[in-house]
């Protein structure tokens, strides 16, 4: 019996949904991200894989476009254009060192694949950015969020997504090829954009509150989505990347309207943002995997280590013990959204001879499961490494 178009894109719909559901609860008892079982999935079922899925290409990549913006948009509800101030003024030293140590090993594995200069860019990005989703979800899960050393990761995943504000539209604008005066003038437009944005956050963020919210859940979800969409939408055709723009739009949300917005958004935020994850896995051909899986080891190993050391000296320049100093560095191994979002954009442009996607998902799969397995067990790691050791002052609530 011959199925009809729209029949069939229902029946690998839901399968894609029920398989996703059934991930995550995977994920949840092993308790790890998903990210890496959502990229693996992905893997199975696109181009090369185990079954190829065909009639629901168009549905996932609109909904992988839409949980890009829900996962910057709840991103940025969960900080103030105040604390990103503040997380920049106090925390640049360690977010510079963050650039240098992690943004250094994957323009160098870049270089001698011989991706050229667009490659190095795209690769640094890669490896030099932490996923603020997957970490903030450790710190709520391990019960951290009152830590001496949590301001210290989040004033550097503070500093990483401002550094992203500035990187995502040049970065647009390179892969896009546009001229030396061209590529200027957009990256100048964007620039102009996000401080744009960032001002209208910092002085008006109370208007935008108030105009956005509503008692009315269905009409405060319709604003929300509307707003998101529209404002992505212009950022995009303004040169800057979809993402960001939903970045600051979440930054402008404040108080009572962002504490109900994180509530109501979260559910459509994961079912989009798992989307997101298996479309990039699909697009991902898994024989591209097999020859760059030693160099996304290799960089796994050197950016683990790099990251340990940014948040090992961020945590104790801040006065903190030995233990709260080891949770810090823990807490910044993992690798996500951001990752992906980089290398999706540098896949679309060509960039990497086809083969930097496969690298870039198989580090991702390798820190966002690595990650959360290094932050549950640094402590006992730490206790049996120091037996002598008292940890009651780095464990203190601020």
């Not at 009572?256 to 697009?283: I, M, N, Q, W």
Request: aromatic share 8%.
């Amino acid at each position: 019996m011959e199925v009809d178009h729209t029949a069939l894109a229902l029946i690998e719909l839901g399968a894609v949904f029920f398989g996703l559901g059934l991930l995550g609860r995977l994920a949840q008892r092993l308790g790890m991200s998903p990210i890496p079982l959502y990229l693996l999935g992905g893997l199975a079922f696109g181009e090369g894989g185990l079954v190829q899925l065909g009639d629901i290409g168009e549905f996932t990549h609109i909904a992988a476009e839409i949980g890009v913006v829900l996962l910057l948009l709840m991103l940025g509800l969960e900080y103030t254009a105040n604390e990103l101030f503040t997380g920049l003024r106090k925390g640049w030293p360690a977010g510079l060192l963050d650039i240098v140590l992690n943004a250094t090993p994957g323009a160098a594995v870049a270089l001698m694949l011989g991706w050229g200069w667009l490659g190095a860019l795209t690769l640094g990005g890669v490896t030099y950015i932490s996923s603020s989703g997957v970490i903030a979800k450790i710190l709520n899960d391990l019960g951290r969020t009152g830590n001496r050393e949590t301001p210290v990761i989040l004033s550097l995943l503070v500093f990483e997504d401002l550094v992203m504000a500035v990187y995502l539209p040049i970065l647009t604008a390179v892969l896009g090829g546009v001229t030396l005066l061209a590529g200027f003038t957009a990256i100048g437009i964007s620039l102009l954009v996000v401080a744009l944005i960032l001002l209208v956050a910092a002085r008006y963020g109370r208007y935008v509150s108030a105009v956005l919210y509503s008692e009315n859940k269905e009409v405060f979800l319709l604003k929300l989505l509307g707003s998101a969409l529209l404002v992505a939408g212009i950022a995009e055709a303004m040169q800057v990347s979809a993402a960001v723009g939903a970045f600051l739009l979440g930054i402008a949300i404040a108080g009572p309207a962002a504490h109900s917005a994180a509530k109501l958004l979260e559910p459509l935020r994961d079912l989009f943002a798992a989307a997101f994850f298996v479309l990039f896995g699909l697009t991902t051909d898994p024989r591209d995997i097999p020859p760059v899986l030693l160099w996304a080891i290799l960089l796994a190993v050197v950016t683990t280590a790099t990251k340990v050391c940014t948040g090992w000296w961020a945590a104790k320049r801040s006065g903190i013990g030995s233990m709260g100093r080891a949770r810090a560095a823990a807490g910044l191994i993992a690798r996500g959204e951001f990752s992906i979002i980089i290398a999706g954009l540098a896949v679309a442009a060509g960039v990497g001879d086809g083969q930097l996607a496969g690298l870039a998902a198989t580090y991702v799969l390798l820190m966002a499961g690595f990650g959360p397995v290094a932050a549950r067990f640094v402590e006992p790691v730490m206790r049996k490494l120091r037996p002598e050791h008292q940890p009651a002052n780095d464990t203190a609530k601020s």
